[in-house]
């Protein structure tokens, strides 16, 4: 015989709504307008586990910002895809305007480049330091046409800062451009790096204020007599004492206007 009736049947259990479905998270573009904007890039310090992590970046194909002995930079492995024109996009630099390479040694630059006998005499003088020479790229050697902005010359350098020069040993030369938007004063310390540039960078080297404060010296040696392209940290006059007493006919100085 069955039991009485309930008296306490069970509340039907309310359907269970369904979750509102969470909007996807809009993309920061990779280069953003004038900022201020929200910071990516790691700051971290200038010291070997600093180091260890831009070599890292940059063999992945990311933007560094690095010192040097004349101001912040922006670098990228030369072989890394699309590298280049990142580097453009960053700064929001005109592709007419070439990259410098920036390398660990003589013998490095070398394998890009030919030098001529002035060049050589001008490197011995001011390498390591804050000069740069346009020199004619060596034949067959490839790079990216972005590079040199199509052009069969390439501004090199070696700085006189242990960190690019440590990057490049790792990497291979570092196309590197001032750390700064394109007409607009060059960053001197990481931090200034990280308000200019933003989320255009991946990895920022913090290593305090740079020494220097002047954007280099360039000098095209890569045909006739060398001349003054941009005034810079290495006054003319001395660039021209050195040509000089090399016995070596020359355009310097000369009347260039100082540019980042």
């Given at each position: ?5 309930d ?18 998270v ?13 910071m ?27 010192p ?28 007419e ?15 890009l ?10 490197a ?12 004619p ?11 040199s902005?199509?052009?069969?010359t ?19 030369p ?84 100082p540019?980042?």
């Amino acid at each position: 015989m069955g039991g009485p009736p309930d008296e306490h049947p069970k509340r039907a259990v309310p359907a269970v709504r369904p979750k509102r479905a969470v909007p996807a998270v809009r993309a920061v573009p990779a280069v953003p307008g004038p900022g201020p904007w929200p910071m990516s890039a790691r700051l971290v310090a200038d010291d070997p586990a600093g180091l260890a992590a831009a070599i890292e970046v940059l063999r992945a194909g990311g933007l560094v910002g690095l010192p040097t002995d004349t101001v912040y930079g922006i670098a990228v492995a030369l072989d890394a895809p699309g590298g280049i024109e990142r580097l453009f996009a960053a700064k929001a630099r005109p592709p007419e305007r070439a990259i410098v390479v920036l390398a660990d040694a003589l013998d490095q630059v070398a394998e890009l480049v030919t030098l001529p006998p002035e060049a050589r005499v001008l490197a011995a003088a001011c390498w390591p330091g804050g000069l740069t020479l346009v020199l004619p790229i060596r034949p067959g050697v490839s790079l990216p046409a972005a590079l040199s902005a199509g052009l069969p010359t390439l501004g090199v350098r070696v700085p006189d800062h242990p960190t690019p020069r440590a990057l490049a040993r790792a990497v291979g030369p570092l196309p590197t451009t001032s750390a700064n938007r394109h007409g607009e004063p060059p960053a001197l310390d990481g931090a200034a790096v990280l308000a200019a540039l933003g989320e255009a960078l991946d990895l920022v080297l913090d290593g305090g204020p740079v020494r220097g404060g002047t954007s280099s010296t360039v000098v095209d040696c890569s045909s006739g007599p060398p001349r003054l392209l941009r005034a810079g940290a290495i006054p003319a006059d001395a660039l021209a004492a050195v040509l000089d007493d090399a016995g070596f006919a020359h355009r310097l100085p000369g009347e260039a206007p100082p540019g980042t």
